[in-house]
């Protein structure tokens, strides 16, 4: 059982920084495309940005582009997402998702239900 742990999240005041990570225990986790989604209460769980298995693709929601890095460290089997110049509207529960082959295609990435894995969530409240 592929199991993702998230954390680094928290209160941050607008225009601050959080760097979130996501563990996989996965031995196979380097084959894998991973992203991340949030859900802010009351709303469906939205794409936020999604890196290929060898980390030479990423893409970004429009809201977040520019703002958010996504990453992965293939030895540490983690995934990243440097969020800078948050913002109220950033305030959600962020997920780490986790796609094993048979991969999907890149333009399938922005759907949550079709990604096989999920971790259990990590708060981020943007707020002064």
């Known amino acids: 059982q592929v199991q993702l742990v998230e954390s680094g999240g928290g209160l941050v005041q607008p225009g601050g920084s959080l760097k979130l990570s996501c563990e996989v225990s996965s031995p196979t986790f380097r084959t894998y495309n991973m992203g991340w989604f949030r859900q802010a209460p009351g709303k469906e769980r939205d794409f936020v940005a999604a890196?290929?298995?060898?980390?030479?693709?990423?893409v970004y929601a429009d809201s977040v582009k520019g703002r958010f890095t996504i990453s992965r460290d293939n030895a540490k089997k983690m995934v990243f997402l440097q969020m800078n110049s948050l913002n109220p509207e950033d305030t959600a529960i962020y997920y780490c998702?986790?796609?094993?082959?048979?991969?999907?295609?890149?333009?399938?990435?922005?759907?949550?239900?079709?990604?096989?894995?999920w971790g259990q969530g990590t708060q981020v409240t943007v707020s002064s």
């Open positions: 998702a986790a796609d094993p082959p048979p991969l999907l295609i890149r333009s399938s990435w922005r759907t949550a239900d079709l990604w096989d894995y």
């Open positions: 890196i290929s298995w060898s980390g030479g693709a990423t």
